[in-house]
């Protein structure tokens, strides 16, 4: 291994992906709803780290033309794909540069960032690489800015160590058979294991790439993270826990609810309550936001800007939305007799919330409550106010226009389209991406959803 490389597995280029949970106006409601004032959505630099092939950040440039975006990855074959799909889309708000963490933790930068995103790197490099991470967003990030990060968590990970040292340890073959020795292990063991949420995880790994896989399971320094130690090793970046990046977290009572639902709100007393979350849900992997000195709103603040926070009236049916992974359990604010009438208070296009909370037959407190429970179910879908969304028409435009463009020519697929209306990226399969590009006839509502989020050519 090229010492250059630190134990990241640099024989194999990380799978082309996109993460549709990095996008600022996404954590909007979020942060609204833990009281937190984030940075602008509209002006701002963005700084990802380890950006790979930068497909997200890339989509987010098309997103927020009046946004500067820089992408930092130390693989040259990663720059030049970026730089190539940068270049033909032909976006001029963004650079993807080559470069290690610790040479740009001794530099500064021309302006500081107003947020950093990475994803999965914190997981998967050295103890020292992870210094270099948090000098760099000490020096670089301004006050009040925000950061991203996506980690493996260690809660859901820790009976799964073995897999991970199988997959150091077993022999490695050549080409598309590199782990196939670990992959025979693994289902060996797991035979007579006798673990039902380990079996169910590997169901969902055994299923990716090897290049996934060599990221994921192979990386010398891969390492699962509990919050507490991460939340640690971030403060000399002065840095704080804002919230998770997806607002349903914030609301384990419908989802939880018995010893489970106890043990986090035992956590939450004593202080430990991330990790009471984290154990409670089993959780392999976390999304968290953590701020710069951000300014805290008042309860009134908070309700003004919630009511302000635009919606369309969607289904849970439809996708694309920011749906929880559990099941959502019965609760007296989403009762149908609700849900219908919210339905009917968002039909005909976006509604500020406080204009569906007023029209409710409800006090204002658990009226916000029942949209905001709506929103988590996905019958409601926040999206940006009209002159975002103008502004961001013709570069969004662009990206799936290359987009199509890749899909005709058999070319490498994008995984997912941007959306004006919702600043960020939307997984679309190959084949809705088919009929949202009028290559192939598809249902009529399936069509009228995907142009309401501008993913129609």
């Not at 760099?136 to 006050?143: D, K």
């Not at 991460?230 to 018995?258: I, N, S, V």
């Not at 029209?359 to 409601?380: F, Y």
């Amino acid at each position: 291994m090229s010492d250059w490389s630190r134990g990241y597995p640099v024989d194999s280029a990380y799978f082309d992906t996109m993460q549709p949970e990095i996008s600022p106006f996404r954590w909007r409601p979020a942060l609204l709803t833990a009281r937190i004032s984030g940075p602008s959505t509209r002006r701002f630099r963005f700084l990802e780290l380890g950006c790979g092939s930068a497909h997200t950040l890339i989509a987010l440039a098309a997103c927020y033309p009046e946004a500067e975006f820089l992408g930092i990855d130390f693989m040259p074959e990663h720059v030049v794909r970026a730089r190539a799909l940068i270049a033909e889309i032909g976006l001029t708000n963004i650079r993807v540069e080559e470069a290690g963490f610790a040479d740009l933790a001794a530099q500064r930068p021309e302006a500081r960032f107003d947020y950093a995103a990475m994803h999965g790197v914190w997981s998967w490099v050295d103890a020292e690489t992870r210094g270099d991470i948090v000098a760099l967003l000490g020096g670089w990030l301004a006050p009040g800015a925000l950061v991203y990060n996506g980690y493996n968590c260690a809660a859901g990970w820790a009976a799964a160590a073995p897999i991970r040292q199988i997959f150091r340890e077993a022999p490695a073959g050549a080409g598309d058979t590199r782990y196939a020795a670990a992959r025979e292990a693994v289902a060996a063991w797991l035979s007579y294991a006798q673990n039902p949420a380990l079996d169910a995880l590997w169901q969902r790994l055994s299923k990716q790439s090897d290049a996934f896989l060599a990221h994921e399971l192979g990386a010398a320094h891969g390492s699962a993270v509990w919050f507490t130690d991460l939340a640690e090793a971030l403060e000399p970046a002065k840095l704080g826990f804002a919230c998770p990046c997806e607002l349903h977290e914030q609301f384990d009572a419908l989802f939880l609810d018995g010893a489970r639902l106890d043990l986090i709100r035992r956590g939450g007393e004593q202080g430990w309550g991330q990790t009471a979350r984290d154990l409670s849900y089993n959780r392999t992997f976390r999304a968290d936001l953590f701020h710069r000195g951000a300014l805290r709103l008042t309860t009134s603040e908070m309700i003004a800007e919630l009511r302000a926070l635009r919606v369309l009236g969607w289904s849970r049916e439809a996708g694309f939305g920011l749906l929880a992974d559990l099941p959502v359990k019965d609760t007296p604010v989403a009762t149908p007799e609700i849900e219908a009438r919210v339905a009917e208070l968002a039909a005909e296009g976006a509604h500020p919330i406080g204009e569906i909370v007023d029209g409710l037959d409800l006090d204002p407190q658990r009226a916000l409550q029942t949209v905001l429970v709506q929103l988590i179910k996905g019958n409601l879908m926040a999206v940006r106010d009209e002159a975002e969304v103008a502004a961001a028409r013709d570069g969004t435009r662009a990206f799936n226009t290359v987009a199509k463009h890749h899909l005709e020519a058999g070319r490498r697929i994008l995984p997912g389209l941007v959306s004006p209306e919702t600043g960020g990226v939307v997984i679309v399969p190959k084949t809705l991406q088919r009929v949202g590009f009028g290559l192939e006839a598809g249902d009529p509502a399936q069509i009228d959803r995907m142009q309401a989020l501008g993913l129609t050519l």
